[in-house]
């Protein structure tokens, strides 16, 4: 059973991870063969995987803890194994990762996913010990905030923020460009040697 202080907490991240996982269901819907068809990209299967794991995850390990006399350690084992087993088949797709230039994403994304699931189940190991356990109930609903993180990151990636990923990326292109940067046609002002 969960502690009374964890109610409304529970209560917002249940109704936010549905709220997630319909809105992600109607961007897949829009373009299905997009992720799910024949000639689907593996690195869009893979960040609709990911998203729909965590934010499901999210959502049942929420939803549970409203359960009254629930045990929230085998909930969060349930829900750890699952998510364990769903990232575990994403490394299936890393020979598709690597021809498309998305290793290090790819594999950035399964350790932090692994982490966070091991987190999970680490947490609910030691509730089942300790029901009373105050600070594995923490590190439980800690991982629950970074699966809102992984789910949310993940379906910005599918619907294609992911080619304009903000200010380290931009940081990222500008670095890579900095060998060009001495060209005269890109300082102001400049004139070219003859």
């Not at 299967?45 to 803890?65: C, E, I, K, V, Y």
């Not at 399964?110 to 947490?123: I, N």
């Not at 910005?156 to 304009?164: K, N, V």
Request: overall charge positive; proline content about 4%.
């Amino acid at each position: 059973m969960v502690s009374q202080e964890y109610h409304d907490f529970l209560i917002v991240s249940s109704q936010a991870s549905a709220a997630l996982i319909g809105l992600l269901f109607i961007a897949i819907s829009l373009a299905p063969d997009r992720v799910f068809g024949s000639d689907a990209s593996p690195v869009q299967r893979a960040q609709a995987l990911s998203a729909f794991t965590a934010l499901a995850n999210a959502f049942f390990t929420s939803l549970a803890g409203l359960i009254p006399e629930v045990n929230m350690g085998i909930v969060a084992i349930a829900s750890s194994l699952i998510a364990l087993s769903q990232t575990a088949a994403l490394l299936f797709l890393w020979r598709s990762w690597k021809e498309q230039g998305h290793a290090a994403r790819g594999i950035f994304l399964f350790l932090v996913s692994t982490a966070v699931y091991g987190a999970e189940l680490y947490a609910g190991v030691r509730y089942l010990g300790k029901v009373t356990d105050v600070v594995s109930l923490s590190v439980l609903f800690g991982c629950v905030l970074a699966m809102f993180f992984i789910g949310l990151s993940r379906a910005w990636e599918l619907m294609g923020a992911g080619e304009h990923p903000g200010l380290v990326g931009e940081l990222r292109k500008r670095i890579r460009k900095s060998p060009e940067r001495g060209s005269a046609h890109e300082r102001p002002g400049a004139h070219p040697r003859q």
